[in-house]
């Protein structure tokens, strides 16, 4: 026990910080959309036909009997303090010592970003959750069973249900088992545990909707994605696709094309994802014939996850690693009336209630932990696996730290390339690159020190 007393003392700490937010804010934070498409499909457990798949409507489903989206931040906190012992519990079993593990899971504790993801309803601590789980279940030992396998492809398999950003990871963690020479059964196991549910997913989706999918909103989403640099004269599109060309409208960020009324996707009748086909076709046209212009807003827009102070995007989004000090009102709406009366009566704005607010408003916790820090162990689990590369191949095996840390570029770059960045997208990639990190570091060879021999010295006789 006394091996993990820094790691217990830390966890304390996080608790009673999270007992603070609990008391500094009156209820969970809601937004519109997204939290109530999520609550309004948790009571009629039926696929949501736009941007989000029903996995984390699962899980308020269960929490329904309660009806209270307050209890439901009350558990997240708690979800949030388990994925932390998760990844100490696989660094330590990994070898790393007590306050290496520790360092590892500072970020997830103590960053105000995490903490108020936590308190709000919304899908990414799911999503977090569900991966860290896999990951410690691939790398908790040194071979890989076919059961562990198994049960790393469900869990990753429920995280694409949740988001399905996630879902491409299932490969990712077959071609790391590849790359290992991991026995077929285990490499089957995965696969065929992460891709039934996703098969049957999109069966329940199709039954609602008229169509094999998770979602209806690719298309839309890899369209606005190409706003930002398409240009017509180049791509020269067919008629019926050439009706998306840009119009002369100028936003600042990609996401927002998606719901610009003055947009060209959003003039065509029958509402946006009634086009999803359409657009993802100009879309795929639009980054074949312009690829550079393509990768340069990718790059441009991921390096945003890397700044030292806040960078806004789009600008009427102003994100920070402070808590928020207010009030929040909701807008009305039909939606908003029905997950009332239906879910939970007491679904309002959130306030700061004194004096706890005014102590989380002074929490200190500089943004270059949150943005610079995340660059930099990427570069870390990057260069110490580079390292270790050569020594674990002729041991015929692959650094841990490369899964945790394809898993964390991925889901930094995959909603950049796929739509646009937003800081609340980074978030899941942050404990994986800790993760990659501190394996990367721990597993560099260090050469033992020792005292150099004496030369003897011949005397001729």
């Given amino acids: 026990m006394a091996a993990h007393r820094l790691f217990a003392v830390v966890l304390v700490l996080a608790a009673a910080l999270r ?32 941007f989000h798949p029903a996995g984390y409507s699962w899980f308020l489903w269960l929490m329904r009997p309660f009806g209270s989206v307050r209890l439901i931040a009350g558990a997240q906190h708690a979800i949030g303090l388990g994925v932390a012992v998760m990844i100490y519990a696989l660094l330590r079993r990994r070898g790393l010592p007590g306050w290496g593990a520790t360092l590892a899971a500072l970020p997830v504790l103590f960053d105000p970003s995490f903490v108020r993801l936590e308190h709000a309803i919304l899908s990414d601590l799911q999503v977090i959750a569900l991966v860290v789980a896999a990951l410690c279940v691939l790398l908790w030992r040194e071979e890989v069973t076919w059961w562990a396998a198994a049960a790393a492809g469900l869990l990753l398999a429920l995280a694409g249900l949740t988001r399905t950003a996630a879902a491409p990871l299932i490969g990712l963690a077959v071609l790391w088992l590849l790359l290992r020479r991991v026995p077929w059964r285990g490499v089957v196991a995965l696969a065929l545990a992460g891709a039934l549910p996703l098969l049957g997913y999109a069966g329940w989706y199709a039954q609602h909707h008229g169509r094999l999918a998770l979602s209806v909103s690719d298309g839309v989403a890899l369209w606005a994605r190409t706003m930002t640099f398409a240009d017509c004269s180049v791509i020269e599109p067919p008629p019926e696709q050439a009706r998306l060309c840009p119009n002369g409208t100028v936003l600042d960020a990609a ?3 998606v719901w610009a009324p003055q947009a060209s996707l959003n003039r065509l009748p029958g509402g946006r994802f009634a086009h999803n086909d ?7 046209r639009a980054i074949a014939d312009q690829p550079l212009d393509y990768l340069a807003e990718v790059a ?13 995007h789009p600008d009427r989004m102003t994100p920070t690693s402070r808590f928020p000090y207010g009030t929040w009102t909701l807008p009305a709406g039909p939606l908003v009336d029905k997950v009332r009366a239906e879910y939970d009566r007491d679904i309002r704005g959130m306030r700061s209630v004194e004096p706890f607010a005014s102590i989380l408003a002074a929490y200190p916790y500089p943004w270059f932990l949150h943005g610079t820090l995340f660059g930099v162990m990427l570069l870390a689990g990057a260069a110490g696996s580079a390292g270790r590369r050569r020594a674990a191949e002729s041991a015929g095996r692959r650094p841990a730290a490369l899964l945790p840390l394809a898993f ?10 796929a739509l646009d960045f937003d800081h609340r997208y980074v978030l899941p990639a942050i404990p994986l690159a800790a993760v990659a990190a501190a394996l990367a570091v721990h597993g560099i060879p260090r ?5 150099a021999d004496r030369e003897r010295v011949t005397v001729p006789v």
Avoid: I, N
Avoid at 278 to 284: I, T, V
Avoid at 447 to 451: K, L, V
């Fill in 19 to 50: 007992v603070l937010v609990m008391l500094g804010y009156d209820t969970a934070m809601v937004y519109w959309y997204d939290s109530f498409t999520y609550l309004d499909t948790a009571v009629h457990m039926r696929p949501g036909a736009a």
């Fill in 255 to 257: 996401s927002e094309y």
């Fill in 278 to 284: 359409l657009a993802r076709s100009f879309a795929l």
């Fill in 300 to 312: 441009a827009d991921t390096a945003l996850a890397f700044t030292w102070e806040p960078v806004p």
């Fill in 408 to 417: 964390a570029v991925f889901l930094l770059v995959a909603p950049v390339a």
């Fill in 447 to 451: 050469r033992e020190h020792r005292p």
